[in-house]
C-alpha cells in the first residue's frame, strides 16, 4: 500500500456489560478488553476468533453503537472518545457522532434482522440520505437511491419492493447500498456473508473487493472463515474471550503466526487438495471457552493451552510487536512449534 495515513485506531478499548447483581457483587461480561489496533487508509483489517471472543462488540463500539467502558478512539486524527483514564487524558471527551455517521458505516450479520419489513427498499436505502440532508429534492433523492442499488448489483425495479421479497444475498446488498447511501470512508462488515450461502459468498466478497478499489473505502472485516479473512483482508488480528491475541500481515499469520490459537484456528482451514489434507496435522484444542463472566487469571487462554505454566496463570502477556508489523500476547512464543 503506498499510503499509510491512520484512519481508525483504537488504545486499550474495553467494553463491559452489567450482568446483575448490586454492590460487590455486581457481575460484568467482559466482552472486550484491552483492545488496541489501527486501520490505515484505504486497505482492510480482518478480524477473527470463535463466536463469543468480542470481535462483533468491538466493531460496534469503535462505532459508538455501545459507549465503551473505557479506552479512545481516534478517527482521521480526531479523538471521538476518550474515558479519561489514560495517562496523556484530560478528562471523558465523547463527541457528537452525527458528522461521524456519514464518515463510518456498518453492514450488519443478519441479512434479515437488520431491514425493516414494513419498509421498502428505496426507504430503507433513503434513510440516511434524509436524516443527514443529501438530497437537494425528490427527484435527487430518487436517483441516489437507485445509483446505490445499481452500484451492488440490483435495480430501480427493487426500490419498491420490501424486504421480504428478497433472497438471503440480494437482502445483504440492500444492507450494503444502505451503507454506500452517505457515501462513507471507513465500513465495519459484521460477518457480512456468515449467513449466505457459499457461491453467494463470492459475489457478495468481490464486490466488497471492487468498492473498495471504485471507492477508496477502508474495512473492518469481521468473520468466523479465516480463509476469507485471508483472501480480502491486507492485515489480520485474531481475538480470543475479548482480548487481541496476534495481529499480523495476511500472509505473515497465515504462514508465520506464533499465537498457538492462531495456529490451531489456521489448522481448521479445509485444504482442497485431499493429498495435502491427508499429511496435514490438525491442531484440536481441548475443553470448552471460558465464560466472559468469570475468565481466567493471567492468559486467557491457558486453560487451553499446551505451552501453559505458572506465569500464565499469574500474569496477563503483554501485546507486544514480535518482528516487524507483527504483534502477539504469549509469555512462551518460543516453544510454540
Not at 51 to 64: D, E, P
Not at 296 to 312: H, I, K, L, N, V
Request: contains cysteine.
Amino acid at each position: 500500500m503506498s499510503e499509510q495515513k491512520k484512519l481508525v485506531e483504537v488504545q486499550h478499548l474495553q467494553q463491559y456489560f452489567h450482568a446483575g447483581g448490586v454492590g460487590k457483587k455486581r457481575k460484568y461480561v467482559q466482552a472486550v478488553d484491552d483492545v488496541s489496533f489501527f486501520i490505515n487508509k484505504g486497505e482492510t483489517l480482518g478480524l477473527v476468533g470463535e463466536s463469543g471472543c468480542g470481535k462483533t462488540t468491538t466493531g460496534r463500539t469503535l462505532l459508538r453503537l455501545y459507549e465503551p467502558t473505557d479506552g479512545r478512539i481516534i478517527y482521521d486524527g480526531q479523538t471521538i472518545y476518550d474515558s479519561g483514564k489514560l495517562p496523556d487524558s484530560k478528562g471523558k471527551i465523547a463527541v457528537d457522532m452525527l458528522p461521524y455517521r456519514r464518515k463510518m458505516q456498518i453492514v450488519f450479520q443478519d441479512p434479515y434482522a437488520s431491514l425493516d419489513p414494513r419498509m421498502t427498499i428505496g426507504d430503507i436505502v433513503g434513510e440516511a440520505i434524509d436524516i443527514h440532508k443529501l438530497a437537494a429534492n425528490e427527484k435527487d433523492r430518487r436517483d441516489r437511491i437507485i445509483s446505490m442499488l445499481q452500484r451492488v448489483g440490483l435495480n430501480s425495479e427493487h426500490a419498491n419492493r420490501y424486504p421480504h421479497e428478497f433472497s438471503g444475498g440480494q437482502r445483504q446488498r440492500v444492507g450494503i447500498a444502505r451503507a454506500l447511501a452517505v457515501n462513507p470512508e471507513f465500513i465495519v462488515c459484521d460477518e457480512p456473508v456468515s449467513a449466505l450461502d457459499v457461491s453467494i459468498q463470492a459475489q457478495v466478497v468481490n464486490m466488497f473487493e471492487d468498492l473498495q478499489n471504485e471507492m477508496g473505502l477502508t474495512y473492518l472485516f469481521i468473520a468466523h472463515d479465516l480463509s476469507i479473512v485471508k483472501h480480502i483482508s491486507n492485515r489480520i488480528g485474531v481475538m480470543y474471550l475479548g482480548r487481541m491475541v496476534e495481529l499480523a500481515d495476511s500472509y505473515e499469520l497465515t504462514f508465520h503466526s506464533v499465537h498457538p490459537y492462531t495456529r490451531s484456528l489456521i489448522s481448521a482451514i479445509p485444504i482442497a487438495d485431499p493429498k495435502t489434507a491427508r499429511t496435514s496435522q490438525r491442531i484440536v484444542l481441548e475443553g470448552d471457552v471460558p465464560s466472559p463472566l468469570n475468565p481466567p487469571s493471567g492468559c486467557r487462554f491457558r486453560t487451553r493451552c499446551p505451552y501453559a505454566d505458572e506465569q500464565c496463570a499469574c500474569e496477563v502477556p503483554e501485546f507486544k510487536e514480535v518482528g516487524p508489523g507483527h504483534w502477539a500476547a504469549c509469555h512462551h512464543l518460543d516453544r510454540v512449534k
